[in-house]
């Protein structure tokens, strides 16, 4: 075993994380709001597309296809850089938190789109068809029958793709965005100690160990009904 | 003549439920036993105990001269020595019939795959399933894969054959297909203790049956002594809800 | 319009730093597959040990484990393995760190999709074959495993896509994977030119695997 003050005295050394408390919590927030900001667009996106799918025009879902493939297939820090050098080129200069919210929210719409889709042809064909029967328009049957039934069938494969593609908020450090990482990083060569990092390391597990706690109940009470 | 099966005193509880409340049970070799009785009288539970898929509270086991409840056995040994026939016949998926059958004669009991494919091939055919032996469970019928698992508990050569309710999970036309296969094996001499709501099967083939309810036996004797003449109140209840074939 | 292709479709440049970035792709590739075997093969025991344990504790230090991964963003725990070693006075060669920072992370995913695998086989067949007696571990190895594998087998690819696109995080430790000759290129040439690149050739390695994913799942869904 490591001396035992050598390793705390390393890792978690009190007088630098004093020093560099605020610093962490302020790169926590930013972390934090790109997260959440990422989860409300990622989500609604991928739900305003699947919908848009349903319409059963080939010209409307092709697209869409397409653009949820290349979403998937494309590691979300290529989508960043990309987006971080390619907008300015266009005209489009965004800030490194623009650019990272905006490249993890559609990265994550793609897989929401995914998996609301599969709920949407996981319900069987005869409830619209029950719905439309008593008279009901095709969108309040969407809104009232169907959609409930396909978001509940895909909730529970959709958690584990939020966590997951939230805790790359981390690739924003990548461009600079001062989200805890970036600043952890910067302290530790600062103070040529390592206890930054730590924080930001306990700092991410304060945020995602919860949701992904969270995340199993939910599971299991969704995939139930 | 030492019996084949001897169990002794059984108990089994899961927490603070008994099902099984001191078993006495012994069967002879060549004998085919039924065991009948109400749903929740402990008749699974003590043949599961059999082979050890269930452990004892309490009590004693002693199949082919081994003792199964003993703390020192070597369980996957007297398992060779022990077949089972699930409800659900348990058959793999993922093999074929022969290899369903052939997998402990080669993984077990170390055969060379020749070997072991020869052995299963006599075990289909006796069920009368050679036919069948590429074919994979999702394509045969019930009452087929079935017969496929009497096939796998054969192919060992045990000296002593359970059955767990074998036909109760199958369509009624299937049904008697397995129970030939049940009374060929009964003809060749094999000892066989069946759990079973088939009554008529029961009654004409058993050597003796065993009636049990809440967790012990309430009543044994011969086929024709527990079903025409039973003695205890609870034994005529019992057949005299299910006056005709089937209990449930 | 020109820009636009000047800027990002150069095929100039994509002729020039080719060579390069194949090589990045090539890094890419033995990563990759340097990873998955051993995150998969960690998961597989992971997911047996909770499975086959009855001791409470092993159970619930597993969850742990696979819990406190998930939750962990791969990339902080690159850094923390990288630069955090030399504190310790471990001093760990990239490659070393990079795939263990990897398969640390996704052994848990991987243990996560092979316990609902295993969860999945009904318990009847681990008694059939114990009835027959073979060994617990026989059982596993030729009748319960196997079928794991199968009903499970879209999510092992597609966490192996997952993987593929993970080593791009590498590049940040300057490991000279695909997105790092990207870069690298991108201040040799002064064009963002090379990133797309990069990004095309992505999408040429994985979008076909992501259909192939799909595929696989449908077929799944149907049965």
Redesign the interface.
């Known amino acids: 075993m490591i001396a035992d003050s050598g390793l705390l005295f390393t890792f978690f050394n009190v007088a630098v994380a004093k020093q560099y408390l605020p610093a962490i919590l302020e790169g926590t927030l930013v972390t934090v709001g790109v997260g959440i900001a990422v989860v409300i667009t990622g989500t609604l996106l991928g739900l305003v597309l699947a919908i848009a799918r349903s319409f059963g025009l080939r010209a409307v879902a092709l697209p869409i296809v397409a653009f949820a493939d290349i979403m998937r297939s494309l590691p979300p820090l290529v989508v960043i850089i990309v987006l971080y050098f390619g907008l300015p080129s266009l005209g489009v200069p965004l800030s490194a938190f623009a650019v990272t919210w905006l490249s993890l929210s559609l990265v994550l719409a793609a897989y929401a789109e995914e998996s609301v889709w599969a709920g949407i042809l996981a319900v069987p064909a005869g409830q619209m068809e029950a719905a439309r029967s008593t008279g009901l328009t095709w969108w309040q049957s969407m809104q009232s029958v169907l959609l409930p039934q396909a978001i509940r069938r895909a909730v529970p494969p959709l958690t584990n793709r939020v966590i997951s593609i939230t805790k790359n908020t981390a690739l924003g450090s990548v461009v600079a965005l001062n989200e805890v990482l970036n600043t952890a990083q910067g302290a530790t060569s600062h103070a040529g100690n390592p206890t930054p990092l730590m924080m930001a390391a306990i700092a991410y597990l304060i945020v995602f160990l919860p949701l992904v706690i969270a995340s199993r109940s939910i599971e299991k009470r969704w995939r139930r009904a | 003549m030492m019996p084949i099966l001897e169990v002794t005193g059984l108990r089994k509880s899961y927490g603070s439920t008994e099902v099984l409340r001191g078993v006495d049970l012994h069967i002879n070799a060549g004998e085919l036993v039924c065991v009948i009785g109400p749903s929740g009288s402990g008749k699974s539970t003590m043949l599961r105990c059999c082979n050890l898929l269930e452990t004892p509270t309490q009590g004693k086991i002693v199949a082919n001269g081994h003792e199964v409840t003993s703390p020192s056995v070597n369980i996957n040994r007297v398992r060779q020595d022990i077949g089972m026939v699930f409800q659900q016949f348990n058959l793999y998926p993922h093999l074929t019939a022969l290899n369903n059958v052939a997998l402990a004669l080669k993984k077990v009991q170390g055969k060379s795959t020749s070997e072991a494919d020869e052995l299963a091939m006599a075990a289909l055919d006796q069920v009368g399933l050679a036919a069948k032996a590429k074919s994979f469970p999702a394509q045969l019928s019930g009452g087929q894969q079935q017969r496929v698992g009497i096939a796998r508990a054969i192919a060992l050569k045990p000296h002593v054959l359970l059955f767990d309710e074998p036909t109760s999970a199958l369509d009624p036309e299937l049904v008697e297909d397995v129970l030939n296969v049940m009374r060929d094996l009964r003809q060749r001499g094999m000892t066989m203790l069946v759990v079973t709501h088939e009554m008529a099967f029961a009654h004409a083939a058993a050597d003796r049956v065993v009636f049990m309810d809440g967790g012990v036996v309430v009543e044994e004797g011969s086929a024709a002594d527990v079903f025409e003449r039973p003695r205890e109140a609870r034994t005529k209840s019992f057949l005299a809800r299910y006056a005709n074939g089937r209990a449930s | 319009m020109n ?2 292709i000047q ?2 479709f150069n095929l100039d440049i994509y002729a020039q730093v080719l060579p390069f970035m194949l090589k990045g792709l090539w890094t890419t590739i033995w990563l990759s597959a340097l990873v998955i075997p051993l995150g998969g093969a960690a998961g597989l025991a992971i997911a047996l040990a909770v499975n086959q344990s009855r001791n409470r504790m092993v159970r619930w230090a597993i969850v742990a484990y696979v ?2 991964f ?7 725990l690159l ?2 393995v990288y ?2 070693g030399p ?3 471990i001093e760990l060669n990239k490659v070393t760190a990079v795939a263990l920072a990897f398969v640390l992370n996704n052994s848990s995913y991987f243990a996560e999709v092979f316990r609902a695998g295993l969860e999945g086989v ?1 318990a ?2 681990m ?9 617990r571990f ?1 059982a596993l190895r ?2 319960v495993v ?2 794991a594998v ?1 009903n499970v087998l879209p999510d092992l690819v597609g966490n192996g ?1 997952e993987i593929v ?5 590498a ?2 430790v300057a490991i000279p994977e695909l ?1 790092r000759a ?2 690298d290129a ?1 201040s040799l040439v002064y064009n ?1 030119s090379p ?2 690149l ?2 095309i050739i ?2 040429a390695l ?2 076909p ?3 192939l994913l799909g595929s696989l ?1 449908h077929r799944r ?1 149907r049965a």
């Open positions: 820009e636009i800027n990002f819990d406190f998930r939750a962990f963003p791969p990339l902080v850094i923390l630069f955090g504190f310790l006075g009904h009847g067949q008694e059939a074959a114990r009835s027959t007696g073979l060994t026989q030729y009748v196997p079928q199968k896509i696109k993970l080593t791009s995080i590049s940040v997105l990207a870069r991108q963002p990133i797309m990069a990004a992505y999408l994985l979008w695997l992501t259909r799942e869904a």
